[in-house]
T-cell receptor, first 112, second 112 residues
């Protein structure tokens, strides 16, 4: 089936630096791209999402960019803080009557 | 409270016993999903409902698992004859249409 590949699997950055997580998809029909954050011991939470008719979306220190030609979308976190440490997921979200499918995510560690 | 509620938060049971979990979604959300998550993995899809209709059930789900959403509001997930491999966090999520999931805090099941 259609998958989303996420890289890297782990990422360590110094506090204040930027972090970028990239996801590549294969389904040309994909038109919705969410990002979920899961802190240790807590529920996954939607932090930002983008549709295929938009190239970039920002919300304070986080942004998502979409490259439809290359079929990848990325999460950008600027001025990272320790509370950004979490696992980030870019699940496959085909829409319609199909469920969202999660991979193993990217574990981000922000070092104070 | 306008979030997704799950009960109980923790459940310890002996192998072979039956357990039942409850999920109360956000009231205006017509879709309800059950996922299971083990350490280091992303949420794994189990089943989902649109209103009271169960639209999909994972092929990975054995016949020991059953879920209901009798009135299109709350849902229950029952596991019969529990096994140690059933130990996991069971997450419920709800959404309006197919996007923007809101997760509950989960029920942590430990089978001893």
């Amino acid at each position: 089936g259609e998958n989303v590949e996420q890289h890297p699997s782990t990422l360590s950055v110094q506090e204040g630096d930027s972090a970028v997580i990239k996801c590549t998809y294969s389904d040309s029909a994909s038109n919705y791209f969410p990002w979920y954050k899961q802190e240790l011991g807590k529920r996954p939470q939607l932090i930002i999402d983008i549709r295929s008719n938009v190239g970039e979306k920002k919300d304070q220190r986080i942004a998502v960019t979409l490259n439809k030609t290359a079929k990848h979308f990325s999460l950008h976190i600027t001025e990272t803080q320790p509370e950004d440490s979490a696992v980030y997921f870019c699940p496959r979200a085909p829409g319609g009557y199909q469920k969202v499918t999660f991979g193993t995510g990217t574990k981000l560690q922000v070092i104070p | 409270d306008t979030g997704v509620s799950q009960d109980p938060r923790h459940k310890i049971t002996k192998r072979g016993q039956n357990v039942t979990f409850r999920c109360d979604p956000i009231s205006e959300h017509n879709r309800l999903y059950w996922y299971r998550q083990t350490l280091g993995q992303g949420p794994e899809f189990l089943t989902y409902f649109q209103n009271e209709a169960q639209l999909e059930k994972s092929r990975l789900l054995s016949d020991r698992f059953s879920a209901e959403r009798p009135k299109g509001s709350f849902s229950t997930l029952e596991i019969q004859r529990t096994e140690q491999g059933d130990s996991a966090m069971y997450l419920c999520a709800s959404s309006l249409a197919q996007e923007r999931y809101t997760f509950g805090s989960g029920t942590r099941l430990t089978v001893v």
